[in-house]
């Protein structure tokens, strides 16, 4: 990747905990090109809110660095200067708790409008919500008289009001019913094109990234396990978290039935950030450990083109040169 | 005769409002032994119906009609000591949330013992008491029953505490089982593992089961029968793959395309709109609003239609006389 639009290098964010230190994201390097949507995927407590939270500017990475358009971002989001702040903007996983009740749809579209000193702010706001495909009238409505999915069209609404180039989507539909998630990821796709935009889509849904993504990347308690392109990874996914993970989706059709991984069934939970296990983080539910597995953390490696795993079992003669 | 048989069941909540008429007339049959999915969006009415069997109703619910018969006694007008009875030795439910169906301030421990003493129809020894404990936390594939059982809830994982819930219930389920969304707030993997103990549970004991979901997918790995519901109303009824494969009744087919599949293919449409205010629901078809078939006839309330692989379907498409477009 020669020019990404954003990339983070060796990024960790440790928080103290009472009997010792969490390490929510450890290590982590990703990159993303302009126009792609890169999907973090990972269950509860890999990171992948907190990582978002960091290219936010909402916490600080402990070590490591974020740039942007080829510049290093300011790690907490004060710092940064307007036009930064205005590029990268996020929506929420709970579009209830998003969006201040008091404040009628009007008032949160004018929030970031006014801090970015628009003129015509009427206009603007009428614009907005033509884009997310709701009534103008809507304007004056207040959260509670629209549904949920409705709610999450108005945050995004508010994340397009100082025209970004990126946008982090925090499970933006897993609030949200199966029909509803349906069109705020139409609208999202066609806003992405339109717009010409970047997501980092953060998500616990596999299947929904088959569908969005450009790339996807696999996080387990705060480090990348695998990353590829999205056709790549679907057709051929090589960790073995990342199998158990799409052997236990459950699946409607017969069709995706069998492009699940049957050899691998899932088993034991995600250890507790605490005392992470010696070696590879996943080794006590992996049926593939090896002796290596629980001392060493194998590091991540390109074992295909652009499809790059941290596992034991991928020997070192695929290593990049 | 049927385990469970309810017909043409009405629930009503009184709010400030006025009152809002969700189930419209819900029928639904589950054999001893048999796996019954209910499945529908958020707010259709399936936990309503659930916890009307259970006779679980909110203070500001009405019974505005309809009979939920369990092994051919009526629920709904049972004296209190008969419907304990059920409660303590026939059926028992695994609820949504598991943080929040245990108490924080007792451990688990207090809270199984009490339910296995409730349920238990001589007077127990404290050895016989903690035997059982084990013996059913063992069942829920639960590691270290003993440090499970001093425990708080708070020092569980949300599959640990899962599985206490499924264990808690299991003491009274001896014949019905329901699970109202017992996966939903489980990460993916744990959720699997949950649907597979609790499968194998209730296959090994011949328990019954009522899921509801609204993971279209969760449900179809597990039941032998489906109800799709929509706002208060049952729109299809079938077995599990028919369903699946087949879908008749609008509402099921466009759920079923809502879902993003895993084999690609990119994000379907969805279904627009959204659920009807049951403070005025519809008089007729309650998915009119939605539906792109929509015809003048929809306006009155359709009955059920056989539409072929033991398919039922609450759509006038499927009578005779309309099928015509």
Redo the contacts between chains.
């Keep these: 990747m020669s020019n990404p639009i954003l990339a983070g290098e060796e990024l960790k964010k440790y928080f103290p905990a009472r009997n010792g230190t969490i390490k929510a994201v450890d290590d982590v390097d990703f990159q993303m090109e302009k126009g792609e949507v890169l999907g973090v995927v990972g269950e509860s407590g890999s990171g992948k809110t907190t990582l978002g939270n960091m290219i936010m500017g909402i916490y600080p990475p402990t070590a490591g660095r974020i740039t942007f358009k080829g510049e290093v971002l300011p790690s907490r989001a004060k710092d940064r200067p307007i036009q930064l702040r205005r590029d990268i903007q996020m929506v929420f996983q709970n579009p209830a708790s998003s969006l201040n009740p008091r404040r009628s749809v009007r008032q949160t579209l004018e929030v970031p409008l006014t801090a970015t000193g628009e003129k015509s702010v009427r206009q603007r706001i009428n614009e907005l919500l033509e884009t997310v495909d709701l009534p103008v009238e809507y304007a004056d409505r207040y959260p509670e008289e629209l549904g949920g999915g409705e709610k999450q069209l108005v945050a995004i609404a508010r994340a397009l009001a100082t025209n970004p180039s990126l946008i982090v989507l925090d499970e933006p539909t897993s609030a949200l019913d199966v029909s509803i998630q349906a069109k705020i990821i139409n609208v999202l796709m066609r806003l992405k094109t339109r717009l010409s935009l970047s997501y980092v889509f953060i998500t616990h849904n596999l299947s929904l990234m088959r569908n969005v993504s450009d790339r996807v990347m696999i996080m387990y308690l705060g480090k990348v396990r695998e990353v590829a392109t999205t056709d790549e990874f679907f057709r051929n996914p090589m960790h073995p978290y990342t199998t158990m993970l799409l052997s236990s989706i459950p699946v409607v059709t017969e069709a995706e039935e069998a492009v699940k991984p049957q050899r691998t069934q899932s088993v034991g939970e995600i250890a507790g950030a605490l005392n992470l296990p010696p070696g590879c983080s996943f080794n006590p539910r992996c049926s593939y450990a090896l002796d290596v597995c629980k001392e060493v953390d194998p590091p991540l490696i390109e074992v295909a083109l652009g499809h790059w795993c941290d596992c034991h079992l991928y020997p070192n003669e695929y290593k990049k040169t | 005769m049927p385990l469970l048989e309810v017909k043409d069941l009405r629930v009503h909540y009184s709010v400030y409002e006025g009152v809002l008429k969700v189930l419209n007339g819900v029928n639904l049959t589950l054999e001893k032994g048999e796996k019954i999915g209910i499945i529908g ?2 707010a259709c009415g399936k936990t309503t119906t659930v916890k009307a069997v259970m006779r679980l109703l909110a203070s500001n619910s009405i019974i505005a009609g309809g009979e939920v018969k369990y092994a051919g006694e009526e629920v709904l007008k049972m004296p209190k000591k008969k419907l304990s009875d059920l409660r303590r030795k026939k059926m028992a439910m695994v609820f949504q949330d598991p943080s929040a169906a245990l108490n924080p301030v007792f451990t688990i421990k207090q809270q199984l013992y009490d339910i296995i003493k409730f349920s238990a129809s001589t007077k127990l020894s404290k050895e016989e008491t903690h035997e059982t404990a084990i013996k059913y936390l063992k069942q829920a594939a639960l590691p270290e029953p003993d440090r499970i059982l001093e425990s708080y809830p708070f020092m569980l ?4 505490k899962q599985r206490v819930n499924i264990a808690m219930a299991l003491v009274s389920a001896n014949e019905l089982l329901i699970a109202d969304e017992p996966g939903t707030s489980l ?7 949950v ?1 597979r103990l609790l499968k194998k549970i209730v296959e090994e004991n011949g328990i019954s089961v009522i899921l509801i979901t ?5 449900v ?2 597990f039941v032998d029968r489906i109800y799709v519901m929509y706002a208060g109303m049952i729109v299809e009824e079938g077995p599990t793959k028919e369903v ?2 087949n879908p008749q009744h609008p509402y099921t087919q ?3 395309k ?15 709109g ?1 659920v009807p205010s049951y403070l005025s629901p519809p008089p007729g078809c309650r998915f009119i609003t939605r539906c792109p078939y929509r015809m003048e006839v929809c306006e009155t309330t359709p009955k059920m239609y056989e539409s072929g692989h033991d398919q039922k379907a609450a759509c006038f498409l499927f009578d005779e006389g309309h099928r015509s477009k």
Excluded: C, R, W, Y
């Design positions: 969006e958020s994982s949300g599959g640990m990460d993916v993997t744990i959720e699997d593992q649907m609204h993971a279209l997918g969760t179809k790995n699946f494969n466009m759920l079923i809502a879902v993003p599949k895993l084999t690609g293919g990119g994000v379907p449409e969805g279904i627009l959204q």
